[in-house]
């Protein structure tokens, strides 16, 4: 059984409400045997993960961490929302944030465009793995300042997680300048040119006149946070 699924039995019952002792009895198990499964000491055979599958309304394949999405379903590019469709609103009676997320979200349509053309899959994937794990992190530090939320959310440990996911986007941006200098990193063919990445401040407003006034500002604002570390 992976071991993904008594992380995930675990997150479901709390995410619930439900006490260990009342999900045993509806699932028809002792306490001490879901006690055992949530833990992983024990591995359930595939009629208990059915069981649990319609208890908590999710699919199997969710269960045992095949998939990231309830129903099972695997997601796919076209099943992602795009955000440059989605309508705009106001977070919580702030412009703040809608303001920041419109500059973040513009400045990526740049960077993006100019990844697609260097045609690099390891860069775009090392890019890539960099920006997600910024994202997991602010996300995960949101979430666990509320104690009722479940830990069980994730995978990986609240005493190596930030380290980790430091050491990881430190480790892709290693890989993005080893690209970038010509360096073999992952499959693709090294990188020998990249005049892709030529441009002026001049040609990004020519070339992207919805999304460089955003990316200028974004540049604007964190380099003033920046010089804060002086």
């Known amino acids: 059984m992976t071991t993904e699924f008594n992380r995930i039995i675990t997150l479901l019952r709390k995410e619930r409400g439900i006490t260990q002792k009342q999900a045993a009895a509806d699932l028809g198990v002792s306490q001490a045997l879901l006690s055992h499964y949530e833990k992983g000491i024990r591995e359930c055979g595939l009629d208990f993960v059915v069981r649990v599958a319609e208890y908590y309304d999710v699919s199997c394949d969710y269960l045992l961490g095949r998939s990231p999405d309830r129903n099972g379903l695997t997601l ?17 009676g702030s412009t703040l944030p809608t303001m920041n997320k419109k500059l973040i979200s513009n400045s ?51 005493g190596r997680w930030s380290g980790y996911s430091s050491a990881a986007m ?44 955003s990316l200028m500002m974004l540049i604007k604002n964190s380099e003033k946070r920046i010089d804060k570390q002086k």
Do not use: H, W
Not at 76 to 92: F, K
Not at 173 to 198: H, Q, R, Y
């Open 108 to 158: 990526l349509n740049i960077l993006y465009d100019k990844l697609g053309a260097s045609q690099n899959s390891d860069l775009i994937s090392e890019v890539s793995g960099y920006l997600s794990v910024a994202v997991y992190k602010m996300f995960r530090l949101l979430y666990s300042s509320n104690a009722k939320n479940a830990s069980s959310l994730f995978s990986v440990s609240n």
């Open 76 to 92: 796919r590019v076209e099943d992602i929302p795009n955000p440059d469709s989605a309508r705009d609103s106001i977070y919580r």
């Open 170 to 213: 430190d480790t892709a941006e290693a890989n993005v300048a080893a690209i970038l200098a010509g360096e073999e990193v992952g499959s693709s063919a090294p990188m020998k040119d990249t005049s892709c990445f030529a441009m002026t401040s001049q040609s990004l407003e020519q070339d992207y006149r919805l999304y460089s006034g």
